[in-house]
């Protein structure tokens, strides 16, 4: 047979593509669901890191259904808010957004529909909510965990990074370096302002102690200048659209906060008065 | 076994080996050699690839039309990179493993030892030379990712497939040994070692 035949050739490239298209989809279908169960336990996993519940090794060596366990005994609540603030609904405890999820959120925000942001509650009183955004190469994506809200202000309990195709010892250093990560713990994001949270070369600005004079502020990594700014403007666009929410719940504690003031000084007057 | 197929299959571990003779697959030996877990994944992985694309390359060599051969390989070797693709992101052990090597799976397609063994060897070969030719060469490759990643791995982070060695004894990480610079430098120097043991490969 001539092999060279122009009806030949589109015929027999067309049989292959078809036959390697349906092997493809075949073998993409079935193996889905491991796939999806393995991402899960992965994001579930990130969140926890961000709360400090452990490291992610820590969370690889258990395995999946530990760490799902571990994270059913610790959830308090799941639910969604909009930019206002307002509940929208209740997720399901076991419900974790993929990133995919996150990018529609993130098209919302950015005014393409009505968001609905997801919010996880930990029974520790931890917050933990996500960002994402656009790196360098691609998507960015993260959890940050805030502690419950103390004197007025919520400070960051921790947080965890994840790429889909950063520069390896660059940029990928949102995800691999624990030290990038560490530096969000303890800072407080400006919520309600136009910048809420800066990663800058240098960090904060020092007091002559040597004590950050702004706590909104972390040092960039060097060499990943793309990727710093696609993550703080993936920060500031999803802390922002929180901002509502974050902001309520603080007024709601600075308000109990009061009241317990009032309380134990109406307590005193009236000891006093017994006296 | 008779003595051409033993030459297919141990030519390219040390005497025609991809990495250090023909130099292909340089990049991708760079970037994955950081932990021996992501080297033997890697490792097998090509082995995987090479390997079946060069038996189903060599089952269809007489009716592939030679005007578009490249494009048909393409297919195929692509097709077996998804597949492996697919196969680690579906297994719990090698999920993290395949999120850290990332692209570099992906990537398989692009390794000059794939195409290179099935337009050289595989098209011109029965189905078994060229398994073997497939096999023999991405293990080759996989052999160098090893060695490269033994060393890296116990001078950059102190220690092997993860267990603490050298760190018990309160060694320091090594910082240039983890960046991808320094695996050129232990490349060179397993070059270095096998040219001057293989002494027909130095130029006059």
Known sequence: MNTNSNIYTVIYTTIIVVVVAALLSFVSQSLKGKQEANEKADTISQMMTAAGFGTKPEFQKIGNAAVLERYAEEIESAYTVDIEGNKVSDLPLDKVYSPSELKKQNYNIKGAGDAELPVFEFKNGITVVPIYGAGLWGPVWGYIAFNKPEGGVISIKGAYFDHESETAGLGARIKDDPAFQGEFAGEMPEFGSSNVFDIVKGGSPKNDDGSELLDNKIDAITGATMTSQGLEAAIDTWLGAYSKHFQAGMAIVTILESLEDQASVETEETKKEEE | ?204
Do not use: H
């Open chain 2, 1 to 204: 076994m008779n003595a051409k197929l033993k030459e297919t299959l141990l030519n390219p571990i040390f005497k025609g080996n991809p990495i250090t003779v023909l130099v292909l697959g340089i990049c991708s030996s760079l970037a994955v050699t950081v932990t021996l877990k992501g080297a033997l994944v890697m490792a097998l992985s090509v082995i995987v690839v090479t390997g079946i694309s060069s038996l189903i390359l060599s089952l269809l060599r007489n009716t592939i039309p030679s005007r578009v051969r490249i494009i048909v390989q393409l297919v195929v070797v692509a097709m077996m990179v998804i597949l492996v693709d697919q196969v680690l992101k579906s297994f719990e052990a090698t999920y993290a493993i395949d999120k850290q090597l990332s692209v570099y799976i992906g990537l398989i397609i692009t390794n000059c030892i794939v195409m290179g063994r099935i337009e050289a060897f595989a098209l011109g070969n029965k189905p078994l030379p060229s398994f073997l030719d497939g096999v023999a060469n991405g293990a080759g490759y996989g052999l160098i990712l090893i060695i490269v990643a033994f060393f890296r791995e116990l001078l950059g982070s102190g220690t092997l497939f993860g267990f603490d060695i050298l760190n018990r004894f309160g060694y320091v990480s090594n910082n240039l040994v983890i960046l991808p610079p320094f695996a050129l430098i232990l490349l060179g120097c397993i070059i270095w070692v096998q040219r001057s043991i293989q002494k027909d490969l130095q130029e006059k």
